[in-house]
């Protein structure tokens, strides 16, 4: 069974970061990994992809620049660094894995989520 994780959401000030983390454990083999997030009253998007076997790492425009996705296949983890944080960012954060590749994955493209973070930007 599929375990996903996540950790590290809170509340931050404009300009801020924050760093989430998705603990992984379940999964059979090396299967693609994203960020999402839905915003109140929005529907879920994707957020960030880190890189996958040659594929670079892809991150939805409004983030480009301030987010960082990494992977670490010791710890099983995949980690958000979210730096110069907007209002805009604020919502619940969804780690996710994927059961067909995408560089912009949607949520037909997800196997599972984790129960989410929250994250909030304060202005």
């Known amino acids: 069974q599929v375990r996903l994780i996540e950790s590290g959401g809170g509340l931050v000030q404009t300009g801020g970061s924050l760093k989430l983390s998705c603990a992984a454990s379940g999964l059979v083999g090396d299967v693609p990994m994203a960020w999402f997030r839905q915003a109140s009253g929005k529907a879920r998007e994707f957020v960030a992809i880190p890189e996958w076997k040659g594929r670079s790492s892809n991150y939805l425009d409004s983030v480009k620049g301030r987010f960082t996705i990494s992977r670490d296949y010791i710890k099983d983890t995949v980690d958000l660094q979210m730096d110069n944080l907007r209002p805009e960012d604020t919502g619940v954060y969804y780690c996710?894995?994927?059961?067909?590749?995408?560089?912009?994955?949607?949520?037909?493209?997800?196997?599972?989520w984790g129960q989410g973070t929250q994250v909030t930007v304060s202005t």
């Open positions: 996710a894995f994927l059961v067909a590749y995408s560089t912009t994955p949607s949520e037909r493209h997800v196997g599972s």
